[in-house]
């Protein structure tokens, strides 16, 4: 729903997709996604042939987005061969509907360590050939590029910025495609991302802002802790730690003081299988802790996850950003519970904006009312460039 005011999708598209899934299980789900997207891509197949290179645009596009949103329950190791075709035709037909119109978007690479990052760098829409700020997008735990595009590329481009859209460690193709895992040190993935964009003749390099989404809030600020190019921050929510939430509902749940819970790699045995019993139990939780976070952070067992999400935390790194820092928090959106800790320790020229369910913008990441959050973000980083 997020993506409908920036035409991924109409409510009509998603609630027949719902009624065709019913109680079906997620292999219906994914059936029912790819039917839709399938429909979708036919139909710019034929737009095309008539000659209305617009509307094929559109059409491919939203394709895109079906395809994407056809594979989540389906995540995990070793790859389901539902989700590596899905996704190939994800990026199949966002490739084929960026390259229409008068300015043609291709698909473009990143250099980095063994394995090149994909990438679309998304003009400004009306400066296609001019110089103007830059807007690195950072996806989260389980986006693509054609989530970022949606989320906020499309508006960032009506505002007149140019955007970059990749998928780094952990992400899309980088993780479904090549296994490479999520990493602590994002710095050095943004090191990589900033030296591509530099390159680009049409960037500001005065001017270019780091937003992250999701698990992007955390990884964005972590980067640009390190990365002094970076001139604006938007951390969407402000995510100060990965570990910090099982940390309080382990606490809470088995009774433990703060000592036994500093470290959770280091569980005690019983309550680590207590913890994963429970995980199991739970088909939100057995999706997030144990088809995705395993898989993203290329481990097998709950012991080494929480180890390494104890490696994603800001203490003593949120200090050292030195830009402009935005940090959001959406009202019952728990991955933005420590948002405020974050803000505290930030020690740059700083703003924190909230967002209400009054609003319609309660929930993780804004995502019942995405254009109020670009808005107001785009304000903010208006304000920021303003003069440079």
């Known amino acids: 729903m997020a993506y409908i005011p920036y035409g991924g999708a109409d409510f009509g598209e998603i609630a027949a997709v719902a009624a065709e899934v019913g109680n079906g299980d997620d292999g219906a789900y994914h059936a029912a996604w790819i039917a839709a997207a399938e429909r979708l891509e036919a139909e710019a197949e034929t737009t095309l042939a008539s000659g209305h290179e617009s509307s094929a645009r559109e059409l491919y596009l939203r394709a895109s987005v079906f395809y994407a949103t056809s594979y989540h329950p389906l995540y995990g190791a070793p790859v389901d061969r539902r989700l590596l075709d899905a996704y190939r035709r994800q990026i199949a037909a966002f490739d084929r509907g960026l390259a229409l119109g008068a300015r043609p978007v291709r698909p473009q690479r990143i250099p980095f360590e063994s394995q090149a990052m994909p990438a679309y760098f ?55 495609e090549h296994g490479i895992p999520l990493r602590p040190d994002w710095e050095a993935v943004i090191g990589a991302v900033v030296d591509f964009a530099l390159a680009h003749p049409l960037v500001d390099p005065s001017r270019i802002a780091l937003s992250g989404t999701s698990l ?173």
């Open 122 to 176: 998304i003009p400004a829409a009306g400066y296609e050939t001019e110089v103007r700020p830059l807007v690195i997008l950072n996806n989260g735990y389980d986006s693509t590029s054609t989530d970022m595009y949606f989320l906020s590329a499309v508006a960032a481009s009506r505002r007149g910025y140019h955007s970059l859209l990749f998928e780094g460690p952990g992400q899309g193709e980088m993780l479904y």
């Open 216 to 388: 992007g809030g955390h990884l964005a600020p972590r980067a640009a802790s390190v990365e002094r190019r970076i001139a604006a921050l938007i951390a969407d929510p402000g995510t100060w730690s990965i570990a910090d939430g099982f940390r309080h509902a382990f606490a809470a749940m088995f009774k433990l003081p703060p000592q036994a819970v500093a470290d959770l790699g280091k569980l005690d045995e019983s309550v680590m299988q207590r913890a994963e019993q429970m995980v199991r139990a739970d088909r939100s939780m057995h999706w997030k802790v144990i088809q995705r976070g395993y898989w993203v952070h290329g481990v097998d067992n709950l012991r080494d996850y929480l180890a390494s999400a104890e490696l994603y935390a800001l203490a003593g790194r949120a200090e050292q950003i030195r830009c402009p820092t935005l940090i959001t928090q959406a009202e019952n959106d728990r991955a933005a519970a420590n948002a405020e800790t974050f803000f505290a320790a930030l020690r740059c020229p700083k703003t924190f904006m909230r967002f209400t369910a009054v609003e319609g913008a309660a929930g993780h990441c804004e995502m019942r009312n995405r254009s109020l959050f670009n808005r107001r973000t785009f304000d903010w980083l208006d304000e920021q460039f303003e003069g440079r």
